[in-house]
């Protein structure tokens, strides 16, 4: 039983490090936001060609 506690213990404090380690940004920094992940927000996709497949 303790195996189990301690297991999602350290489970919860990793996601709450993820969690803030993604917001940091959003949080910490003037005018911060997430990054877009579309693929026409990628300059690299554009220029290799590639394109949404939800797009036309």
Do not use: Q, W, Y
Request: contains cysteine; positive net charge.
């Amino acid at each position: 039983m303790k195996t189990i506690l301690v297991t999602i213990a350290f489970s919860a404090l990793l996601l709450g490090l993820a969690v803030i380690m993604f917001g940091f940004r959003l949080l910490f920094v003037k005018g911060g936001k997430f990054p877009s992940g579309h693929v026409h927000d990628n300059p690299e996709l554009r220029r290799r060609g590639i394109g949404c497949a939800n797009e036309d």
